[in-house]
């Protein structure tokens, strides 16, 4: 795997250098796919989302609970700008681990990414202190593979990291899991909250995730034969104060594009 090291520190250094000169532009990478789905939440409604998509708390005991999409007081809204996502108080038992919560919106089975595709987000972090927000893909069959296109953490200490990674195995509680990510993203002040394009690319051989159609990240652990489920956001607040609570990221649109199949051509 020293290729993939090797090609993730350079994905690393191009994006250091990038983002200190404010140099971020969108660089057009659908060449190989195909636009299969899309959904414009600036201009939609819960009553139409909630065929293709379902609303999930986040982590722990919380995670696979079943809970109305339209329930957005527990953390996600939806206005004329796209879908906020929340952070607010966590009511439940583990408030104590973890004070605040925010929602995810996930795919139903109706609603998978194909397996060989493309799935695009523009998508905006708020970069604050506890906040953890997401944008990642399951396999619907076993779980595993967990591709995380993005993660973010606001630590408590100041850092600010973007961690984009895979889990990968036969399981989490097998010895066969495995996770990996090559080194962590700086994310600096001036993207607070700034709309970028989030997409990761799924190949039959590897895996790419790209932010303005610039590779961050390289893999080759996480390929799969099975459709997959889409989620966007499904952070919590740790380590926070109530100051600290509010907006946890902001989602404009989804697209998901299909691979395609050059024999046809």
Not at 17 to 44: C, G, M, P, Q
């Amino acid at each position: 795997m020293i290729i993939e090291q090797i090609i993730n520190t350079f994905y690393q250094i191009r994006w250091w250098f990038l983002v200190t000169i404010n140099r971020i532009y969108t660089h057009d990478s659908n060449k190989n796919f195909e636009l299969s789905k899309e959904w414009d939440f600036t201009d939609t409604n819960f009553d139409l989302l909630d065929k293709d998509f379902r609303y999930a708390p986040p982590w722990g005991s919380k995670v696979n609970k079943r809970c109305s999409f339209k329930l957005n007081k527990r953390g996600i809204e939806l206005n004329s700008n796209g879908i906020i996502f929340n952070n607010i108080i966590n009511p439940d038992k583990d408030k104590n681990e973890t004070p605040f919560i925010s929602g995810a919106l996930v795919s139903k089975l109706n609603n998978l990414l194909p397996t060989f595709g493309k799935v695009s987000a523009r998508y905006a972090i708020q970069r604050t202190e506890g906040n953890w927000c997401a944008f990642w893909t399951t396999d619907f069959e076993n779980t595993m593979p967990e591709s995380d296109i993005i993660e973010f953490f606001g630590d408590k200490d100041g850092r600010r990291k973007l961690s984009p990674n895979v889990h990968y195995g036969t399981s989490y509680n097998s010895k066969n899991y495995k996770f990996h990510y090559p080194k962590n993203l700086y994310f600096p002040e001036k993207l607070n909250g700034r709309m970028l394009e989030w997409s990761a690319e799924f190949y039959p051989n590897k895996t790419i995730y790209k932010i303005n159609g610039i590779p961050v990240y390289y893999t080759t652990r996480s390929c799969s034969t099975n459709d997959k489920v889409v989620w966007l956001n499904g952070g919590t607040k740790y380590d926070a104060t109530p100051d600290n609570m509010g907006r946890s990221s902001h989602v404009e649109w989804l697209k998901y594009y299909s691979l395609i199949d050059v024999s046809k051509r």
